[in-house]
């Protein structure tokens, strides 16, 4: 079952803050977070493994809420260099990959 | 280290022809993927391959096959193209198979007429 992301899409002016949404019908072992950039592959962020954890390196950082079967990805300060889709990948089994959420961020 | 390596990077088919899409880590990694991209979509797993002589359905197998050659080296099929698979197919590897971060090639872009 895919996860569900939202938003879909988001603008942003250099400064802003996100915070990008993932959620699960079923019950999760773990929850991956990627960013891809146009004609990129995709590149990982931040793998979150236990409800209650949460991570971040530089400004971008995640939480897991296992009860909810939820995790949420926060981008704080945004850059320009932060543009991208975002996908979240939820372990039920296999990773299966939300649809993305397309981040843009303006000068 | 190259990472992982995919190739051919662009193809164009006719609807009925065949080709295999290669792909080899070096990262000494036992769990290899294959995944397709399309517009909206997201990322779909068709095939993985959990250790060295293991392979698996994912969620959108139909149409491939796929072989898992040796450590390195994970190989997806398409015996009779079709334009459906039109698309752009990643090739992944990780560690193990669960709860690890995972290392995309840069992809294949497959176009089927």
């Known amino acids: 079952q895919q996860p569900v992301q939202s938003p879909q899409a988001v603008i942003l002016r250099e400064g802003e803050d996100a915070v990008i949404n993932c959620s699960s019908s079923k019950a999760l072992y773990s929850v991956h977070w990627y960013r891809q950039k146009h004609g990129e592959a995709p590149i990982f962020l931040m793998i979150l493994l236990k409800g209650g954890e949460q991570k971040g390196h530089d400004k971008i950082s995640a939480s897991f809420n296992e009860k909810k079967q939820q995790s949420s990805l926060y981008l704080t300060a945004s850059q320009l260099s932060y543009s991208g889709t975002y996908f979240c990948?939820?372990?039920?089994?296999?990773?299966?990959f939300g649809k993305g959420t397309k981040l843009s961020v303006k000068p | 280290n190259a990472g992982v390596t995919q190739t051919p990077k662009f193809q164009v088919l006719k609807t009925g022809q065949s080709m295999t899409l290669q792909c080899a880590q070096d990262?000494?990694?036992?769990?290899m993927y294959w995944y397709r991209q399309d517009p909206g979509m997201g990322l779909r797993l068709i095939y993985y391959s959990a250790s060295e002589g293991t392979t698996d359905k994912g969620e959108v197998p139909n149409g491939y096959n796929v072989s898992r050659l040796n450590k390195r080296e994970f190989s997806l099929r398409l015996e009779s193209a079709a334009p459906s698979q039109t698309s752009v197919y990643f090739c992944?590897?990780?560690?193990?198979?669960?709860?690890?971060?995972?290392?995309f090639g840069p992809g294949t872009r497959l176009t089927v007429l």
């Open positions: 990262m000494n990694h036992n769990s």
């Open positions: 990948g939820t372990e039920t089994g296999n990773l299966i």
């Open positions: 992944a590897s990780s560690e193990v198979p669960r709860k690890n971060e995972q290392f």
